[in-house]
């Protein structure tokens, strides 16, 4: 596998990146155990300002744990949220957390919240964006009791 880095139409930069990490049980574990993992070297080009986002079709807990140990998290954040941007016609929204993390303490909701209130003004322009909580319903074999 390789990392690509660049717009099309302009010069890109194919980075040799030979390892591939296909879903791991302990994602950081395989993000040290493979430095020249494409995921790795796709977060490093980030990291280094030679590529200004990254899109993986991979192990999602792979592409996060290589995320966190090079560019970090901002300051105050205690946990990452994965977010989607769901394009309905005339009024889009943001839905964060499209991890589903069954176990999060309230501060992290609220975090989520300011951090994806803050993205709908930033990239979208949405002044004032109302901010909701969506439950994750129940399973027998899924999260703790509460």
């Known amino acids: 596998s390789a990392a690509q880095i660049g717009e099309v139409g302009e010069g890109v930069e194919v980075i040799d990146a030979p390892v591939s990490i296909a879903k791991a049980e302990d994602p950081a574990r395989a993000v040290r155990a493979n430095p020249d993992a494409s995921i790795v070297a796709a977060v490093a080009a980030v990291a ?6 990254l ?3 991979g192990s999602t807990g792979t592409a ?5 140990f090079r560019i970090k998290r901002g300051r105050g954040i205690h946990r ?12 889009p929204f943001l839905l964060l957390d499209a991890g589903a993390n069954v176990e999060v303490r309230p501060e992290h909701l609220v975090q989520f919240a300011h951090m994806g209130a803050a993205f709908m003004e930033t990239a979208m322009g ?11 319903g129940e399973e027998p ?3 703790p009791e509460d």
């Open 55 to 57: 899109v993986s079709g």
């Open 80 to 91: 990452p949220a994965l977010a989607v941007l769901v394009p309905v016609p005339g009024s």
């Open 126 to 136: 949405v002044s004032r964006p109302r901010v909701a909580l969506l439950s994750n």
């Open 141 to 143: 074999s899924k999260g």
């Open 48 to 53: 280094d300002g030679r590529a200004d986002a």
């Open 64 to 68: 996060l744990a290589a995320s966190l």
